[in-house]
């Protein structure tokens, strides 16, 4: 099993910034790709970002691209999530996950791809 926790959440003004972490233990893969998702309420869980375990692919969303920024230090276990300008739309829970042997990219968006998730951590951007 992999265990993940995320923080990093709070309360940000509009056009403020946070930066999210996910602390990540337990099996490991000899690849895999690391997601972030987000669930407002009342909608559905969406796609975010994802990074490949070697680095060298990233995928984002199209709300995300441009502001967000994934990272993952694999010496840690831990992959990021900065998030610049932010907007009132971007409250949400977020939620980071594993995809075993999975890739960083369009085809490796939806949830049932990932097998491991966290409990997640709120993020409300007031305006």
């Known amino acids: 099993q992999v265990q993940l926790v995320e923080s990093g959440g709070g309360l940000v003004q509009a056009g403020g910034s946070l930066r999210l972490s996910c602390a990540r233990s337990?099996?490991?893969?000899?690849?895999?790709?690391m997601g972030w998702f987000r669930q407002a309420p009342g909608k559905n869980r969406q796609f975010v970002a994802s990074?490949?375990?070697?680095?060298?692919?990233?995928y984002y969303a199209d709300s995300a691209k441009g502001r967000f920024t994934i990272s993952r230090d694999n010496a840690k276990n831990t992959v990021y999530l900065q998030m610049n300008s932010l907007k009132p739309e971007d409250t949400a829970v977020y939620y980071c996950a594993v995809s075993p042997y999975g890739l960083a990219g369009p085809t490796f968006v939806g949830q049932s791809q990932y097998d491991f998730w966290g409990q997640g951590t709120q993020v409300t951007v007031s305006s």
């Open positions: 337990g099996r490991t893969f000899r690849s895999d790709a």
């Open positions: 990074i490949h375990s070697s680095g060298g692919s990233i």
